[in-house]
């Protein structure tokens, strides 16, 4: 990296570190971690009907801090085995 390029990324992280990354590169970031988050949720071994919960909570913070809309149906078996879609 040359030293003009080297103080165009430093000025870059400055602005970023004072005032956050802009929208679109935090939507970007939200939406590649989106689906982490769920495939993590949705593995866990004893996930149940609070997973969609969890799910909703989360998708709500994505709306309303980054502007991000999804949609996510989850679905998992209760105890007599049954598939049940949480709402």
Known sequence: MDDD???????????WKAEGPPKE????????HLGRVL??????R???EKTG????????QMKKNLGVHAVVFVAYQDED????ISE
Request: aromatic share 12%; proline share 0%.
């Open 81 to 84: 085995e049954k598939i049940k």
């Open 25 to 32: 590169i935090q939507r970007r970031y939200a939406c590649y």
């Open 5 to 15: 390029e080297m103080a165009r990324y430093t000025v870059l992280a400055e602005k």
């Open 39 to 44: 495939s993590l949720l949705t593995m866990h």
């Open 46 to 48: 004893e996930a149940t």
């Open 53 to 60: 919960k969890y799910v909703m909570t989360f998708l709500n």
